[in-house]
DNA sequence: TCAAAAGTGTTATAGGTACACCCATGT
DNA sequence: ACATGGGTGTACCTATAACACTTTTGA
């Protein structure tokens, strides 16, 4: 039998047989988050198979054999969500050796930020219910999935500040409180509105429109519209928000 | 044949039988930079076997079947320095379907930065060399590998900002320009020295030694000790340099 | 006494923080 | 007229950047 010797051990006497390497496999779980008003939620599927059954989970699924680590993230939130295009990018991986009680399965977690209402229409007549949980309220999760969201939240965090994942979440136009609220749900903390306003202004990637709320029992607030291009031209040069 | 109904896609047709999906394997590549004197190095080796024999390479192996990831990290630095208790932490998972030549094997990338004298003396007596390379003269590497250096190199930018890898490689007793000196060279660029010193010196976890340098030929340089414990203190605040 | 690098001081400017105040709208 | 949130201005304080200057050693 075929065996694989160790490469780097080179005192080493025992082998292992090249065949029990291939005796695992890799999923992706994805941890969506949605943003709707001042509300920070996450998309939980309930399990319909053991292991697990019943519990709550990411959403996941092994990645196919001719399938990009990226390309199985971005089908699973396709399957869930009807948006397309949505950027889903990797966080870390999770390999503990008994994270899975069926076999070695080492699962690469993928974050996106999308707004909540994007739920596919079909979710219900799965076997598994698929549904938005509000972060301040998180049923126990199954497999390692809660140390997962944990560590997704974090980057979250750190992303939100570095990308423009916030436009998502987002109407096409929209006001400075309804931005500056995006930030201080997600980061947990409140900004004074003046000093907001006078940072976010210089940077000139949130463009003010002629237009103004309507029908809101105060003085309307303008519109703004996010520049893309520039925002895009800053990040190269290394921008990042210092909230 | 018992097969996996991927559980996402009501309306696949198709099935894969679940065997496929464990013909896959998963090892960890270790981005080891080894810094000293302002120059900033990264740890290859060369390759005895095929695939791409002869090239150099990011130390790697496959991850046993019962072992952590960061477990596998931790062994191959091990093999390879003399040195004990390296944090070496995860920098991005790689799994392109075609990156490995014989069959689907995807790779953990880990992350060290390490005081370069300390090789393992047996490394020479490997099938394979061992060598510390420039970052200014990296050869073709195997496999993605020069992508991973690509990606662990903008990671080291960011980490040595935010944590005290760079404790590492500097003596127990350093002068403050040693220490500009690690942060100039890793992110290649300069800093005014009355500033720098500034703002290090209020951040007050280089505690100032009594001692000074002996045997220049110029002003001797006082020394300093890190007091990590401070250090901690602070980054469980949010700490990071600004530079 | 000179070169070399350590170490300190000065100044102008920019930016952040806290807070007060006025404005436009629906009820 | 008043409650509500939009929007702006100011004054203080701290941080930063650029640069000049002094100090201590070996050769």
């Given at each position: 039998m075929k065996t694989y010797q160790?490469?780097?051990?080179?005192?080493?006497l025992y082998s292992i047989p090249i065949d029990e390497f291939f005796k695992s496999a890799f999923s992706v779980d994805c941890v969506i988050f949605g943003y709707h008003e001042c509300e920070l939620k996450i998309l939980l599927i309930q399990r319909g198979?053991?292991?697990?059954?019943?519990y709550w989970a990411l959403p996941g699924d092994l990645v196919y054999p001719n399938e990009d680590l990226d390309t199985a993230a971005s089908r699973i939130l396709n399957d869930l969500t009807t948006l397309t295009n949505i950027p889903i990018k990797q966080v870390k991986t999770f390999g503990k050796v008994?994270?899975?009680?069926?076999?070695?399965v080492i699962t690469i977690a993928y974050l996106a930020l999308v707004e909540?209402?994007?739920?596919?229409?079909?979710?219900?007549?799965?076997a598994s219910q698929t549904q938005w949980h509000s972060m301040n309220d998180i049923p126990?999760?199954?497999?390692?999935h809660r140390e997962i969201l944990d560590v997704s939240l974090e980057e979250l965090k750190t992303r939100i500040l570095q990308e423009d994942i916030w436009h998502r979440v987002l109407p096409e136009k929209f006001t400075l409180t309804q931005f500056q609220e995006v930030f201080e749900t997600i980061l947990g903390k409140a900004f004074d509105k003046g000093n907001f306003r006078k940072k976010v202004v210089k940077?000139?990637?949130l463009r003010k429109l002629a237009e103004a709320q309507t029908n809101?029992?105060?003085?309307p607030s303008l519109l703004y519209t996010f520049d893309a291009n520039r925002f895009q031209e800053m990040k190269a040069n290394g921008f990042s928000f210092d909230f």
């Open positions: 160790p490469r780097l051990l080179q005192d080493d198979t053991e292991p697990y059954e019943n008994d994270r899975h009680p069926l076999g070695r909540p209402a994007d739920l596919a229409p079909h979710a219900s007549s799965w126990q999760l199954a497999f390692d940077y000139k990637f809101v029992s105060h003085r």
